[in-house]
Each structure stands twice: as C-alpha cells, then as structure tokens.
C-alpha cells in the first residue's frame, strides 16, 4: 500500500472519533443524589475490664496496690451527639499490706469527683481510669482520668493522694504532655 494511502486512512480515522465526540449529548434535568444511609448504632461500647497491681515500699513496709476498672451497667448510660449509648466504669482500689490486711478499699464512680470536673463531663464523660503514680511525701499518689468516650483530647486529669490514715486529697491535674516552656507561659 501507499504511504500517503495510509496516512490518508488514519486522519480520516482520527476526525471520524472527534466529531462523534463533539456530538451534542441529550441532556436530563435529573439530579443524582447519593441515598442518605444513617449509621446504624451499635450496642452501648464497654472499655475492657482492665487490672493493674503494683508492689510499692511505703512508709517503710511493702503494699501491693490494686485498681481494677469495669463496665458499670447499673450506672447511668451515656449518649454522644450520634445517638451511640456508653457504659460508664466503676474503678475499685484497694491498698493492701504484706499480711494481706486491707490498708484501704474504696470503690470510685464518675460521681466520686463530680465537684472537680465540669459539668459538660459529669453528663457526657466516662471514669476512664485511676492510675498508681508514686509515693510522694508520705503519700501515694494516683492519676485519674474522665473522658469523653472515643474522644482521646477530652478529657480531664485529676491528682489523688492517699496519707497513712487512709485519707483522700484531690486536686485538679496537669497534662502529662505539656512542657517547662509551655508552663512558665
């Protein structure tokens, strides 16, 4: 065949396809939504039954600490803006000495430390846990934290210290992220 015969058949190939496809399509005044599907909600979301133990020397003798954190459905139930319902946890600690004697036992709900968290979290907020620090100064000292569920920047930290008589001091706590710059500010 001819070069030119070739060369020929190709452009009338090429200005066949783009004229069809400057065609003037039909056009529709239908409007495509995508069909709304709402979330469905789960069942009410649990944290995990969570045991923490730590073996402390204090005041010259050996305790072991125990916190144990659980799902309290006999607690009020909590709903986020989507309708999705929370179980609340109780967190029971309990101090106990070598002989196995308890030195403390007390039980904790969101309810514990309502007079230092703000009322926006005593209704939407979780006791999410209480955590052995340190001894400090005679003093063992615990962290303590209520949340909002599936949120982990809501929150609020609490400082709680236990003396040798079983007493309870609680103070509003610091984050554990700031730094020196950040608190001369």
Not at 161 to 171: E, F, S, T, Y
Request: contains cysteine.
């Amino acid at each position: 065949m001819n070069k030119n015969l070739i060369a020929l058949m190709l452009t009338s190939i090429c200005l066949m396809g783009a004229v069809s496809a400057c065609k003037e399509k039909p056009k529709s005044d239908d409007i495509i939504v995508a069909k709304y599907v709402p979330e469905t909600l789960k069942d009410p979301i649990k944290l995990p039954v969570d045991t923490r133990r730590s073996d402390v020397q204090w005041l010259g003798k050996n305790y072991v600490i125990t916190i144990e954190r659980e799902p309290a459905d006999s607690l009020p139930m909590l709903t986020d803006e989507t309708g999705q319902q929370y179980v609340d946890n109780r967190v029971r600690l309990t101090v106990s000495r070598d002989d196995n004697s308890v030195f403390l036992r007390k039980t904790f709900t969101k309810e514990s430390f309502a007079s230092y968290i703000e009322a926006d979290f005593r209704q939407k907020g979780i006791l999410e846990n209480i955590v052995f620090h340190e001894t400090d100064n005679q003093q063992l000292k615990f962290g303590v934290v209520v949340s909002r569920p599936e949120n982990d920047d809501l929150f609020i930290p609490l400082d709680m210290w236990i003396d040798r008589q079983g007493g309870l001091v609680i103070k509003q706590g610091q984050l554990f992220d700031t730094t020196e710059e950040e608190e001369a500010v």
